[in-house]
């Protein structure tokens, strides 16, 4: 997949960032048949963001994408296309995180998001937004 952006604050060297841990994760922009995209918004910390979330051990990035998006949006999901990949250095976390983003759709109406305590403590909630 086609890199798209590099996020690196400070520019350290890559040998001095030896000791970050590699994390991988998969988002979509999801249309559903009425042509609406969907956003998480996380309601404690006031952002919005695409459904998806990171790989967990043995998953390729379709399986975490189809698994995340079903949990987060609540309906199965077919890949119709690539956007790119951003890889992000988070310094603060000690952190080298690479992103896939894909273009998704679903033809049901009535999904129900199905999402963690943590998510909901968080104040997780799924919306459908006009494309304008």
Known sequence: MRLLLTIDLLGLPESERSVYRFRQAARAIILNSD????IIHNGKYNYHKLPGGGVEDGENITEVL????????????????????VLEY??????KHE??????????????????????????????????
């Open 66 to 85: 189809k698994r995340e998006c079903y949990e987060e949006v609540g309906c199965e999901i077919e890949v119709i296309g690539e956007v790119g990949r």
């Open 35 to 38: 042509n609406k995209i969907a």
């Open 99 to 132: 992103s896939f983003c894909f273009i998704a759709k679903t033809s049901s109406h009535s999904c129900q998001p199905n999402f963690t305590p943590e998510e909901i403590a968080d104040g997780f909630f799924l919306k459908w937004l006009e494309l304008t």
């Open 90 to 95: 988070r310094d603060e976390y000690q952190l």
